[in-house]
């Protein structure tokens, strides 16, 4: 399976011109990319302007909401956001834990519609700095992947994307170490054989997340063997984030 880089470009463009510059850069950029896949995910209010514009970059949101439709003010549907074509959601985010009160079971909720719909959900897990220094790492993962993965048929389980990413490393500059990537890898894929099968195991798709660059990304996709990456802060800049996409671009 190719190589998947994600923008999650957060709420940073400011204007939709802001936004649209930005996609360019990186569309344009993006036909120096033969084999990985890449896929952006902007503010949701500028999804419909930038949905369609390339057909190389799939769009993805960056959060959704579970219910069909209804009152629920200041929310977006799944069948909204497929009607502009994306295909991919972020799912549990960590500042959307930290900052919006989501829950694990709320996380779970919206990846159940999310696959309903027949999109690809990425649910974003990870550690705190804490946590991490209390040696509590792998019983966080497990909790999160259990409760967020609760109700899911073996059927649609490598319909979802799963992306690490502790949480002390985003936006941070601290990255994870090689070993570190690689053994949260491993552990992931032997929670899924022990859930869904070998098979489900070795066909999850596992990125990772938190200040990816250019000059680190080799260290997760190549030497920690996950599947791709989730980037924020270096997706704001079309050249930096194309290099990342060709230094993983198999
Ligand atoms: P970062 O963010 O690359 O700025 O660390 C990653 C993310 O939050 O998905």
């Known amino acids: 399976m190719p190589s998947l880089v994600v923008a999650n470009w957060k709420m940073n463009p400011k204007t939709i011109k802001e936004a649209k510059k930005l996609f360019a850069g990186i569309a344009a950029g993006s036909k120096n990319i033969k084999k990985a896949q890449m896929a952006v995910c ?19 949101a960056q959060n ?10 200041g929310e977006i549907s ?16 960590s500042e959307r834990r930290k ?31 804490q946590e991490k220094e209390d040696g509590g790492t792998f019983e966080v993962l497990k909790v999160q992947l259990e409760k967020g993965l609760e109700k899911v048929a073996k059927k ?45 195991a070795n066909q999850a798709q596992i990125l990772y997340g938190g200040s990816v660059r250019s000059d680190n990304v080799l260290r997760f996709v ?4 996950m599947s791709g990456v989730l980037v924020g802060g270096a997706s704001l800049d079309a050249k930096e984030f194309i290099k990342i996409a060709k230094e993983i671009d198999f």
């Open 42 to 60: 902007p503010p949701s209010v500028f999804l419909s302007s930038l949905a369609g514009s390339s057909k190389k970059i799939k769009m993805g």
């Open 156 to 200: 649609v389980v490598n319909k979802i994307v799963l992306a690490y990413e502790p949480v002390w490393a985003i936006g941070t500059g601290k990255v994870c170490e090689a070993a570190q990537a690689e053994e949260v890898c491993i552990f992931i894929k032997k929670l899924i054989c022990k859930k869904y099968g070998r098979t489900a």
């Open 78 to 93: 799944l069948a909204q956001i497929a009607s502009l074509g994306c295909e991919y959601v972020l799912v549990g985010h």
């Open 99 to 129: 900052i919006f009160g989501e829950t694990d079971e709320s996380a779970n909720k919206k990846l159940l519609a999310v696959l309903a719909l027949g999109l690809t959900p990425i649910l974003c897990v990870g550690e705190t700095e």
């Open 222 to 225: 190549k030497d920690a063997q």
């Open 64 to 73: 959704c909401y579970w219910e069909e439709k209804g009152a629920f003010t």
